[in-house]
């Protein structure tokens, strides 16, 4: 696994794990949430019943004071309408009563008055027949709600009782209170909300931000839904769950910001010095090290380790190159002169004993071809190349010709250029040169031709040297080019910046063909 791959895992891994712990927190907010949403509809809901019994209180307490006097029960009994109307319907207003009826055990009427009208009723709250049983069955007390003229009352009921310690007498004091728009805003007020009727199949309304909502139903003596209270109230810590979305939508900004960061100072400061080292390395280059070899860090040490060694591989190279170059100089040069040497000696033993005056010219020129070659070896010595020769190429080329055909009764053609070779640099002429006597040699000594042909003429783009023999030729696919021989003509070719042919079959003899580029070219 690569480094910049364990980045962007540990990169990936730091968003991952940001990424569950917001929605951890998220989570767990919500669930929160939920919970406190729960309490606070209790609270709410305890509140609006708690309202609603503080303010039906005085209904409540106009009953349970009247039904507990005994001249309640005298009333009862003498029905006295004067009495009535100083005790029971002058305090209506004192207790907020809408209405209020004094009633037989039957549920017929005894007495009934409505506060809102002013009138005098003989109307039930309820029909008779619904009231007789209703009565008959109760434990002492009535809390209900009911219709009645379309209006909606809370009506509350308590039997009459002549005495605290002695039986009820069996009629009822019944007072009722009309659920009208007044009295509605009164108790939204007191709740600290806003409330309205409905029917009593209720639908949850859309309820908006920070806003909550609860519902109560009323019912009436049979325990059936009439109606139902709407209670909307702003939630007083709606604003703590904002401030808590607030702090967790932070969180998750700052966490994509950190890893955001995270990512590019890795980039910045690891994986872009890892990618310079790396294609500095690979490509060979110590140009992008230039950039990181001050640094006081750890790249910078590294960058530097490894210009360092490019610098050294370089040097080596430059070295092994030094040393493949003079050994194949000397090998094209110095040994072929030796090997010419060596076949002017064995024509000089030839010519020895038939003609002397020919032996002893011919050795006057082995020995300068010696000192010749004592002169590059000395070059070698003191690192220098040989000179190129400065003369005419055809002229040194047909001299490398005589020398290296010795005895042979071979005959080495040379057709040169020489305004042409004349406008390539001296040394690319010494390695052209070089490449020609190469190519020279290895006809004469291992093809055995009668005729060598060397040639070199401009061509459409730059010039051609060619040398081709009449020789045995060889398979070229059986040939090692690995070799000294081939291997010195395809290496020269390479640093003369040209192209190589090599033509030669079993029997038909060898042509090899050297492409060079225009003088103003060549290396």
Known sequence: ??????????IGALGVFSTAIFFGLELLQQREYEAIRVRRERELAARLQSTLAENSGALRRYVRNYAARPALAEFVATRDARWAERNLQDRLDTYRVDAVWVLDASGATIHGFKRLTGELTSEPPLPQ???QPLLAGSSGT???FCVIGGALHQMFGQRISANPERAPTGAWLVAARVWNAPLLEEIATAAQGQIR??????????????EMETWQPLKDHRGRVVAGLDFHVLDPQASDVDEENTELTLFALNAVGTVLIAGLLLHFWIWRPLATLQHSIIQSDTTPL???????????RLSRIVHSSLRDREALAHALEAQARVGRDLHDSIIQRLFGVGMSLTKIETLAGTDPEASKQLAVQTRADLNHVVAELRGYIERTDPRPSEGAFADAARAIGQ???????????VDIDEALASRYPALIRGQVL?????????AVRHGEPSRVELSWCAAERGSVLRLSDDGGGFEIAGIDTRGRGLGNLTERAIVLGGRLKIDSRPGTGTEITLHLPPPERSP
């Open 290 to 300: 230039l950039r990181l070899i001050h640094r006081r860090d750890e790249f910078g």
């Open 142 to 144: 009535l809390d209900f």
């Open 434 to 442: 070089q490449f020609a006597r190469e190519a020279m040699s290895n």
């Open 403 to 413: 020398q290296l055909r010795g005895s042979a009764a071979t005959e080495i053609s």
């Open 129 to 131: 027949a619904e009231l």
């Open 1 to 10: 696994m690569t480094i910049r791959s364990r980045l962007l895992i540990l």
């Open 197 to 210: 009727l409905t029917t009593s199949a209720h639908t949850p309304d859309a309820v908006a931000h920070g």
